[in-house]
């Protein structure tokens, strides 16, 4: 199980430590929350945050964009150093061809459902993404509960996807949702609440994984 902390949740007054930090106590891959005040209420960070924190690890950049429109911003974020980049399907008004553009700048695309959003929102996409992330909370802040209904999202998923197409469950993950999400067939965990209220990320990203 691959754990990803989500940069929300740091200290924002010392992002450059934390990244550090994460890495050395075993994460997986970073995920930053982008939100542009429209889709979700709250703001967060530009690309130029993302830039800036580019050089501090090799570990891989989960770019999660909670924004209307993501189109016009896919490609700051890739030169800000995104390995991956994530949409929304609720937010994409041509889906395919903005997964397509995401791919055509050489690196990976994933497809964020809500917890509403059915399946089958990404029936015709499977060609063009390398990652499903599915809400377990509804987007926009952090320290919610998982929703339990997702569970069996995962496994619907799962049965439907090649191998290749990587599972990812977001919000509300804690060592018993975790196992549950890990028990439905998901491949990474993004957790932020968690890792972040603990003294010892190294002991926490453990926990997460099962060990
Ligand atoms: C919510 C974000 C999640 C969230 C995870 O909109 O996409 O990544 O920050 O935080 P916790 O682990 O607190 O649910
Ligand atoms: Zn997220």
């Not at 919610?144 to 999202?153: D, G, R, V, Y």
């Not at 290749?164 to 965990?189: K, M």
Request: hydrophobic letters at 45%; charged letters at 15%.
């Amino acid at each position: 199980m691959l754990i990803c902390p989500s940069m929300l949740s740091a200290n924002p007054t010392k992002l450059g430590e934390e990244l550090v930090a994460l890495e050395k106590a075993g994460a997986d891959a970073i995920h930053w929350d982008i939100m542009d005040g429209v889709f979700v209420d709250a703001i967060t960070f530009g690309s130029h945050v993302i830039a800036g924190h580019r050089p501090l690890t090799r570990l891989q950049f989960d770019v999660h964009l909670m924004m209307e429109n993501p189109d016009k911003h896919l490609v700051s974020f890739y030169r800000a150093g995104a390995d991956i980049i994530i949409v929304h399907t609720e937010a994409c008004a041509h889906l395919h061809q903005t997964l397509s553009q995401i791919k055509s700048l050489g690196i990976k695309s994933g497809l964020a459902l809500n917890p509403a959003t059915s399946i089958h929102a990404i029936e015709y996409c499977i060609d063009v993404m390398d990652m499903v992330l599915v809400m377990g909370v509804n987007p926009g802040s952090s320290g919610q509960n998982f929703i339990e209904s997702q569970l069996q999202k995962i496994s619907n998923l799962r049965k439907i996807l090649p191998p290749t197409i990587e599972v990812c469950v977001d919000g509300g993950i804690i060592p018993r949702t975790a196992f549950q999400c890990c028990q439905h067939g998901a491949n990474s965990l993004v957790s932020g609440t968690y890792i972040f209220r603990n003294p010892d990320y190294a002991a926490a990203i453990q926990e997460l994984k099962g060990n």
